[in-house]
């Protein structure tokens, strides 16, 4: 695709400047479309986005064929509705647990060739499961703790899933299944797999020694930003390029978290328009949130505002 793409008639829309990596990307990236648009039948289109987010690798193909585990990602894509509603990495997020079971399903293929997820959500491949979990999780030299519990998680939906489908098709012994999988999950899934994981993760917190930043530290970080900003705004008034309008951005997002740290989340998910669309706190409609802030964070409100004023 990408061969053909230097010497698409469709490139004359493109602009000039873009250097040859670029252009290849987004001929690939437009190939990707095309594809997606004729693999997924009308029930699937949600997962075009999704696929072309996705690594082309191994896992992929695995996704791509294994039927349960497609209509999982579907049903978690179609929960995240339209991009003005969604989070930053909402898409991110529906990527790594669908690939998560792409994996398992990989790990289990070592041992027996060719099986699929909807075969190993039984109560016989349970054991099976749980035991390659542990291997996925705990039981290596390079643990990842999260992995169980995120696997454990992951797979009481795709049971779920598994047990709608079968009671559209009205398949009896594989709703019965699914179902038997689901009681064995929460009888012995904590105790098999998620427990090991959070010793392991007790264990390693109380090796770590917690240490605080010094304040002069804290300053100085705080000026470097703020004179990087200062130089970036610079830069973009005289060419607006996508990278210093990225590290801007980035730049940004650093010096509110050092001032706010203990809510990271909103700020990486804050988007301009909500910034833009705040309400006025110094209106009289406001007076019931301010009676809501604590001392500290009336007198940082009030500080905030003489600094806009100035």
């Known amino acids: 695709m990408w061969r053909h793409q230097q010497t698409c008639q469709a490139r004359d829309n493109e602009s000039e400047g873009a250097t040859a990596c670029t252009k290849r990307c ?16 009308v029930s699937e289109t949600c997962l075009r986005e999704l696929m072309n987010r996705m690594r082309d690798d191994r896992l992929k193909v695995i996704v791509l064929q294994d039927e349960l585990i497609r209509k999982y990602a579907s049903l978690r894509m179609k929960a995240l509705h339209s991009k ?67 696997l454990g ?9 598994k047990n709608g489908m079968a009671l559209r098709a009205g398949d009896e012994n594989r709703r019965l299944s699914a179902s038997a999988f689901q009681q064995l999950y929460k009888a012995e899934w904590n105790f098999r797999v998620n427990s090991p994981a959070v010793k392991f993760m007790n264990a390693k917190k109380k090796e770590k020694t917690a240490s605080i ?39 940004v997002m650093s010096r509110l978290i050092l001032f706010n740290k203990r809510r990271l989340a909103e700020i990486k998910y804050l988007k301009v328009k909500q910034y833009i669309d705040r309400p006025d706190w110094n209106t009289e409609d406001a007076d019931e949130m301010e009676l809501a802030l604590s001392p500290v964070d009336r007198m940082l409100a009030k500080r905030l505002d003489l600094n806009c004023q100035t």
């Open 153 to 161: 998680l992951v797979l009481s939906h795709v049971a779920k899933v």
């Open 26 to 41: 987004r001929g690939v990236t437009s190939c990707r479309w095309i594809f997606n648009s004729a693999l997924f039948d």
């Open 213 to 251: 930043p010094l304040n002069e530290d804290l300053q100085h970080l705080c000026s470097h930003i703020v004179q990087k900003i200062k130089q970036l705004m610079i830069k973009l008034h005289k060419v607006a390029t996508p990278h210093n309008r990225t590290w801007l951005a980035k730049l």
């Open 84 to 150: 003005a509603v969604q989070k930053h990495n909402d898409v991110h997020r529906v990527s790594q647990s669908t690939r998560l079971m792409a994996r398992l399903v990989e790990e289990e293929r070592k041992q027996i060739p060719s099986i699929t997820l909807d075969e190993l959500v039984t109560p016989s491949h349970f054991d099976l499961v749980t035991k390659v979990a542990r291997t996925m999780s705990t039981d290596k030299d390079e643990q990842s703790l999260n992995v169980g519990r995120s």
